[in-house]
């Protein structure tokens, strides 16, 4: 057996992560045990909820202990296999680690069979047409309920999961606000067909901005930042209004200092229903949100959006432009 390429926590991260923080290693490739496959990696995926496994502190998955690897959701081709449905050349995405050959068993959390489709490049299935994509579909319609005629109004509008959000809410005859971050942000919405679009840096009263956007004011708000824009949003919530709580990346850097919504009052005054949840809660919604998904691609409604760079040492590299605000759509590495 060959060598396997990993990388792993070298010190946990005060603030933005550091370069320092990850280390990458050598050692030799395990052999698979039986109803087990040996996966080699092709799509890394850099997620903002990487940042909450590297601190010491209660997450929805076990913190990842200094000189273990990174945890996180990757795309992969079976290279050897002791399963008898996951023969050598199937292509799977699970949750998995930053190593650029993992070995898997058939209950691997998050496994799921990926069937390219001619003319799509491999790293969609690890974007707008895999996580990404279920994720934005199950916060838009599971949680946030949204329908045709209906506000909906995201927040990291240009990352992955946002503009995804917001293209699909667009399909679905839903009128659409996007807040990001940067001029160039502003214009990737814009392109994506966003009723507006703003950029919450350049404004000096951005609830005014989202009010004039949307006067009649929003029915689902899809959140993935959480603090001061949670709490700058929660009243402009109408009657009846659903927050589906996707992430609060604003608090991630720093969790040791979250910032306090004062407006919660808002949910009783407007009988606001508001949720957090995790894609892979809703395994009953999953299929039918890629048949959905896979449509709107095919008919040209959703452009899968990513960043992505080559070479398995580039994951921490694009993990902390993720974390530093910098990247446009999906952040993924190929290898
Ligand atoms: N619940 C689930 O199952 C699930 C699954 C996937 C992702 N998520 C969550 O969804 C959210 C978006 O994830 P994503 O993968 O789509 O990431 P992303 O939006 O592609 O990238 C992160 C963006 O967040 C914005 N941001 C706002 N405050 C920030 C801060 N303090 N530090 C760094 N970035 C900040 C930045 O855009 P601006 O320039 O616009 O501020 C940044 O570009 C995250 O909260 C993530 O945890 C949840």
């Known amino acids: 057996m060959g060598k396997v390429r990993q990388i792993v926590l070298a010190r946990r991260p005060a603030g933005v992560p550091q370069p320092e923080d990850f280390e990458l290693v050598e050692g030799a490739i395990g052999e698979p045990g039986d109803g087990e496959f040996l996966v080699a990696m092709r799509v890394g995926s850099v997620d903002p909820a990487i940042r909450g496994f590297l601190d010491d502190r209660p997450s929805y998955i076990e913190p990842v202990q200094l000189g273990e690897p990174i945890k996180g959701m990757s795309l992969g081709e079976v290279v050897v296999s002791r399963?008898?449905?996951?023969?050598?050349?199937?292509?799977?995405?699970?949750?998995?680690?930053?190593?650029?050959?993992?070995?898997?068993?058939?209950?691997?959390w998050g496994l799921e069979k990926v069937r390219p489709q001619q003319g799509v490049e491999l790293h969609h299935y690890m974007g707008a047409l895999g996580p990404v994509g279920l994720t934005a579909w199950v916060g838009l319609f599971a949680v946030g309920e949204a329908k045709p005629g209906e506000t909906v109004l995201v927040s990291a509008a240009a990352g992955a999961t946002g503009s995804t959000v917001g293209q699909i809410a667009?399909?679905?005859?839903?009128?659409?606000?996007?807040?990001?971050?940067?001029?160039?942000?502003?214009?990737?919405?814009?392109?994506l067909g966003f009723d507006a679009a703003i950029d919450y840096r350049a404004t000096s009263d951005l609830v005014a901005d989202v009010s004039a956007a949307a006067p009649e004011g929003i029915d689902v708000f899809f959140d993935n930042v959480g603090g001061e824009m949670l709490e700058a949003m929660l009243p402009l919530m109408r009657?009846?209004?659903?927050?589906?709580?996707?992430?609060?990346?604003?608090?991630?850097?720093?969790?040791?200092?979250?910032?306090?919504?004062?407006?919660?009052?808002?949910?009783?005054?407007n009988r606001i229903k508001m949720q957090g949840f995790i894609?892979?809660?809703?395994?009953?919604?999953?299929e039918r949100a890629q048949r959905e998904l896979d449509g709107w691609v095919r008919e040209g409604k959703l452009k899968p959006l990513a960043n992505v760079r080559d070479g398995f040492e580039r994951l921490p590299e694009a993990f902390i432009d993720l974390m530093s605000g910098r990247t446009i759509g999906k952040t993924l590495v190929r290898i």
């Open 83 to 108: 399963h008898p449905d996951y023969p050598v050349g199937t292509f799977v995405r699970a949750f998995a680690h930053w190593a650029d050959h993992y070995i898997l068993s058939g209950d691997a």
């Open 279 to 286: 894609t892979y809660d809703y395994p009953e919604v999953l």
């Open 170 to 191: 667009k399909a679905s005859g839903c009128k659409v606000i996007g807040i990001a971050g940067s001029p160039e942000k502003v214009q990737v919405m814009r392109d």
């Open 239 to 269: 009657l009846h209004g659903r927050v589906a709580v996707c992430g609060m990346i604003d608090q991630y850097n720093d969790a040791d200092h979250p910032h306090g919504v004062t407006t919660l009052w808002q949910l009783v005054v």
